[in-house]
Each structure stands twice: as C-alpha cells, then as structure tokens.
C-alpha cells in the first residue's frame, strides 16, 4: 500500500534551534498537511497544502509541497518548549481523500 | 478544545472483556474517523463513518466494529480484547464526505489499558 516516510523518528534539539523534518513519497500526493500532537492531546493541523511548489507559512512554521508532489518539508524556526510533541505529515492520493499518515517526528527539547 | 468529545477518557479492562468508546463530532460534522495508537507510534486508521454510513475501512480487526448513529455521534465496539490492543483510541470529524480538504479534528482520545 501506500506509504508516506517521515523522518527523522525524533529530534533532540537545544532551545532557540532551527528544526527540519520531511515526508516522502514514491506516491504523488494532491495534499500535504502537517499536524502536531502534543502531549495527551489529540493531533492539530498545523499548515495545508494544496498545491505543488506551494510555500506556506504559520508563524515560525514553514511548509513546502515539493515541486514533485512525492515529498514535503516542515521548517521550525527558533525552537522554544511548547514546540515540543509528535509532528505527523499527511498526504492525500487522488480523488478519494483518504490521508495516508508518515509515522511521526518526536520533538524533545534538550534542557 | 476541537469540539469532539469522547469518553471514556480512560480505561481499564481484562483480557477477553469488551469495551465501547464513545464519539461525539464537532456540531455539523458529517464525517467521523476512528484511529488507534499504540505507545510511541503512529496513528493507525481504523475506519471511517459519514452520516451513518461506513465509508472506508482501514486496518480494523474483526474483534472491533464501529458505527454511527441518527445523531451523528459514533461508538467503537472492542470484543475479546488482548494484551495488544492497549492504545490510544482516537475519534476525528470532519465537514466534508470524506474529508476533502484534509483537516481532521481530532479528540483527546480515550486511552485503553488491557491487563
């Protein structure tokens, strides 16, 4: 089946740091989302995209739909504490909008 | 607060017992969405309602089964429960049929520990 690969796993970074995690695909996605998962909540969409090539922005979090449509990158920049959680890409194939899920990138903050 | 509630938020069962989670989507939400997630993975679909109907099936054992009620609200049946089956169970809701642009809200899960 379909699968999206995220990486890295988990991310051990000091505060203030810039963060950069990916998605891949062998699959051409029609959406990429990025969510957040804090702990003991559920997960929060944090950027859509919709368009390849599309460059989106939410506060210090940057996304991109790559230009293949195979892949998807989030940027974090000047990491603080409550950036901390689980981010998870999703991909939408085709017509039947189901998300295909990466297996998630764990965020830890170095104290 | 995503505005979908589940309950219980917690529980704790034996092996072989059966359990119901319960789901209450964002008001006007058609769509609802089961997910599982064992400790440290991802979120694994399990199955997907829109109004009343079962729209797409994911990797669900035949010991657990779903629906959704007239109101909107859905409830995930576990039977025979093992060891295994010790997750997070999370329920999302969507606007669209089948989520077309993608946005889920999520709940904040009911956590399931079989001992």
């Known amino acids: ?111 | 607060d995503s505005g979908v509630t589940q309950t219980p938020k917690h529980l704790i069962t034996a092996t072989g017992q059966r359990v119901t989670l319960r789901c209450s989507p964002r008001s006007g939400d058609l769509s609802v969405y089961w997910y599982q997630q064992s400790l440290d993975q991802g979120l694994q679909f399990l199955i997907q309602y829109y109004n009343g109907e079962e729209r797409a099936k994911g990797n669900i054992l035949e010991r657990f089964s779903a629906q959704q009620f007239p109101d909107l609200h859905s409830e995930l049946n576990l039977s025979s429960l093992e060891l295994g089956d010790s997750a997070l169970y999370f329920c999302a809701s969507s606007v669209g049929l089948a989520g077309s642009t993608g946005e889920l809200f999520f709940g904040e899960g009911s956590r399931l520990t079989v001992l």
């Open chain 1, 1 to 111: 089946g379909q699968q999206l690969n995220q990486s890295p796993q988990s991310m051990f970074i000091q505060e203030g740091e810039d963060v950069s995690m990916n998605c891949t695909s062998s699959s051409i996605f029609n959406t990429w989302l990025w969510y957040k998962q804090d702990p003991g909540e559920g997960p929060v969409l944090l950027i859509a995209l919709y368009k390849a090539g599309e460059l989106t922005s939410n506060g210090r979090l940057t996304a991109q739909f790559g230009i293949t449509r195979k892949d998807s990158f989030l940027n974090i920049s000047a990491s603080i504490p409550s950036d901390v959680g689980i981010y998870f890409c999703a991909g939408q194939l085709g017509s039947n909008y189901q998300l295909i899920w990466g297996a998630g990138t764990k965020l830890i903050i170095k104290p």
